[in-house]
């Protein structure tokens, strides 16, 4: 019977460890097509686009620089971990696509990654949009 005892506890401990490391994966989100929004409503310019994406990725630690017109490359360090995204945009909207990371565990055949990446690049967005909605 005490041998019994320690197998289920050893089972549920098992079993939660699993469960623990599967609930780090996410579906790997690309958010695209983004509304361009602006505090007046009015439409922004491209240029301002740009500068809101840079603004937003700076505030929020990311390392970005234009690859093209139109194309911003942003880079998130983060301890041992690293993401690396492509912000295609234009005067009336971006998108934030995964390009590259390193240790956050994305499976390119399932489309998962650790669920952080998911919440960075959601901060970014947030961030973004906070400063288009500061462009006049």
Known sequence: ???KGYLVLASIMIMSFCLTGCMRQANLQNP???PVVSYSGKGLTEAQVRQAILLGAQEKGW?????????ISATLTV???????????SA????????NSQNLD????DR????????WVDYLRQAVNVQMTKMK
């Not at 390392?63 to 194309?71: N, W």
């Not at 009336?92 to 390009?99: A, R, W």
């Open 106 to 109: 994305y499976n390119a055949k």
């Open 112 to 119: 998962t990654i650790h669920n952080q990446y998911n919440n």
């Open 92 to 99: 009336n909207s971006y998108s934030i696509l995964y390009k």
């Open 1 to 3: 019977m005490f041998q």
């Open 32 to 34: 695209t097509n983004l």
């Open 79 to 89: 301890r041992q971990h690293m993401a690396e995204v492509e912000i295609p945009y």
């Open 63 to 71: 390392i970005a620089r234009e690859l093209t017109p139109g194309v």
